[in-house]
């Protein structure tokens, strides 16, 4: 048969490319899928990085190898990512154990791959700093305060109860919600300071957007079929989280604040014109003002979610 022949069937046509892998589900728009990750995030996103940086990496301030007091900030920083990542993949590791339909599954493989990704980025980050796996281990345990220790312990709670919508609610409403605006600020805060670690937080931040977008649309399915006695649980878990949430805010705020402060005062002509919030320069915010002001952001992140999730 001549090759070029144009009247052989056309085998594209013959494949069911319509037919569904998986089962439907009402939330299920197409974007959840392996191929949507490879797509989205590893030819994307991730195309031409190592470990989530440039690999050749320019514009990074040499204080950041020779001033103790940049490189803790720097490492209080980072320690705090890497906890947050650590009970993110051990929480949805748990949940893919337990979702109760196989798209879902599939899109929390992808999950656990982009937070097992994050931890690993951000101790490679460490690393490069020149800090070994156990020192690391000691900074993410002193800079794990108690109640950001109870909102991690609170989300894998739920996990280890095998109840998939607590704790879907847990990890892909309140802890995506509070990492995604947190990251947000963070790419801003570092811009100047070491420009690789914002492009790497920049990664983390895009996985964290669509994870919460992914708990937003599952979730909101999962809790219209709920009775009221459960709904009322759910709202009561949310409170809780919220509790633990401006805790934690609290110790960063009574701990480390001086710190953070006596630091961007000495960097202030590098980073002091970043617009740190809108219309908000750094120079013109204390520190202790951003906290609050990120708090008061992810705060209303989450009141918007649960809103439109309708456990408000
Ligand atoms: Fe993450
Ligand atoms: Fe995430």
Known sequence: MNMTDTTQPDIEAQFSRDTPAFAATEWDNGSWSIQQWLERTAWRTLKNT???????????????FTDPLLRQVYLIDVAVFIGGEKTSFEAVAGLLRCAPDEASQIYLGTQVMDECRHYEVFCRRMADLGVPPAKRETLVKRYTTPAVRNFYDLILEQVDKGDFIAGSLAQN????????????????YWSRIDPSLSQIIRGAFADEAHHVGFGEAMIRGHLQGLDADRRGRLRALLEQFSGLMTEAFEQVINHYIGLYQECANQYMAV???VEIFPGRKMASVTE?????LLLAEIR?????????????
């Open 271 to 273: 980073m002091g014109d």
């Open 50 to 64: 190592r470990y989530g940086r440039p690999p050749v990496e320019t514009g990074v301030i040499p204080e950041l």
């Open 173 to 188: 409403i309140v802890m995506e919600g509070m990492a995604y605006p947190l990251y947000r600020y963070e790419i801003k």
């Open 288 to 292: 202790e003002d951003q906290v609050r």
């Open 300 to 312: 209303q992140e989450h009141a918007a979610r649960a809103a439109r999730i309708g456990i408000a």
